[in-house]
């Protein structure tokens, strides 16, 4: 098994007994050290074993820690958590004695992943790691492949003191926007905690959506191999579209890492995406938010065009952000099954709660599994299509009339 594990404080002691649990249960160990997670994943592969466990809370804030755990190909499932906690109660694993070693893999995810990409024209680019995971490995590889790298809190720092590690919040990467401009750049590139989750900054300061990034990869890998690309349940319309534009097959999948890699290996994908920042490649197996900051780069060079070109030929629409309505967590069934009345006059997905496609749009209503509250989200093709999803939305479950009156009316 692999282990390894980011640059929190907390890392270590938490590394510390984990590798001493594994090894009293027989299991022949692989430290590689301070990584991030696509590194991992690599070394999961390339060294050909059978799971492993590197120990990081990705894009959370210092104070969290935790696992991220692979068993055999496919990503841990809550069924699996389960077990685990049951061998556990029921002190029914093996007690043995296990190997230890440490093994070096930075460098020869370097050269792997040099492999795989090309330079056309060396851009400048702005890193920002956030003192994360990536702060040495991804300034040094876009050096190594040629371009001019101007890095931003590329010091491990694992109190994180310069901005929150989510790049999916905008608003952290505002100090990246305003490098950008400054120093004339072509490209920023804003990485989470881990380095699995990438959120890219156009030459004119402003955040591409993880959606307008994702057609970006979707127009280059469909142009000559059409092929199943999946997307989640929250993405923007425009990802649909343009995968069937380029002949691809379209295949929706409910939000978070598991499903949408389960999905993503067992249809044989080309390409998977998040609106988090998680991008899947066939080519790895995996998602990797330094390898695809790298395909952003060589598809820019490639094509002799900044990022702007790409976001302002994008089809606009209007689009809510995720609307977290506090509500009872009993009730919370009750309050769907309301909704699905509205399967009456349209098509209705079950795949995630309850989305509700609109012949101009939709509207999403999830329960959150971490709080006592609803996810709502809408998209419409104008302002007056949006302002009628949601009037036909609250007049089905005018309960959250009241909660966030701005957004929701």
Request: include cysteine.
């Amino acid at each position: 098994m692999i282990v390894g594990g980011d640059v929190r404080t907390s890392t270590s002691f938490l590394k510390e007994a984990l590798v001493k649990g594994l090894m009293e249960c027989g299991a022949h160990l692989i430290d590689i050290g301070t990584v991030p997670t696509p590194v991992f994943y690599f070394a999961k592969g390339f060294l050909k074993a059978d799971g492993g466990i590197t120990v990081t809370a990705s894009h959370n804030p210092a104070k969290y820690n935790g696992f991220k755990v692979i068993l055999g190909d496919m990503p841990i499932r809550t069924e699996d958590i389960q077990t685990i906690k049951k061998i556990v109660e029921q002190r029914s694993y093996q007690v043995g004695i296990g190997s230890y070693r440490n093994l070096e893999v930075n460098e020869l995810y370097q050269e792997y992943t040099r492999g795989l990409v090309r330079t056309y024209k060396p851009l400048k680019v702005i890193i920002d790691a956030g003192n994360g995971a990536t702060s040495i490995l991804a300034p040094q590889l876009f050096k190594k492949i040629g371009y001019e790298v101007i890095p931003l809190f590329c010091e491990f720092d694992g109190n994180f003191p310069n901005r929150e590690l989510n790049p999916a919040v905008y608003s952290n990467l505002e100090k990246l926007q305003t490098k950008v401009l400054d120093e004339e750049a072509d490209l920023g590139i804003g990485f989470d905690g881990d380095g699995d989750r990438v959120v890219f900054v156009d030459e004119k300061g402003r955040i591409s959506t993880s959606e307008e990034s994702f057609t970006v990869f979707i127009q280059d890998y469909l142009k000559d191999h059409p092929a199943p690309v999946i997307y989640d349940i929250k993405s923007s319309s425009i990802i649909k579209k343009e995968i069937e534009k380029h002949g691809g097959k379209a295949i929706m999948e409910r939000s978070g890492h598991a499903f949408i890699k389960k999905t993503f290996l067992e249809n044989q994908g080309i390409l998977a995406g998040e609106i988090s920042g998680h991008f899947f490649f066939k080519e790895l197996g995996y998602d990797d938010g330094i390898y695809a900051a790298l395909k952003m780069a060589e598809i820019l060079s490639k094509n002799n065009q900044l990022l702007s070109y790409y976001i302002d030929k994008i089809d606009k629409t209007f689009m809510t952000p995720d609307l977290r309505i506090p509500y009872p967590k009993e009730l919370q069934i009750e309050l769907l099954t309301k909704l699905e009345n509205l399967g009456r006059r349209y098509k209705i997905v079950r795949l995630d709660g309850i989305r509700i496609e609109f012949p101009r749009g939709w509207a999403l209503m999830r329960q959150s599994v971490t709080k006592p509250c609803v996810t709502i989200r809408f998209e419409a093709d104008s302002e007056a299509d949006l302002h009628f999803i949601k009037k036909e939305f609250l007049e089905t479950v005018p309960e959250l009339r009241g909660k966030h009156d701005h957004l929701l009316i």
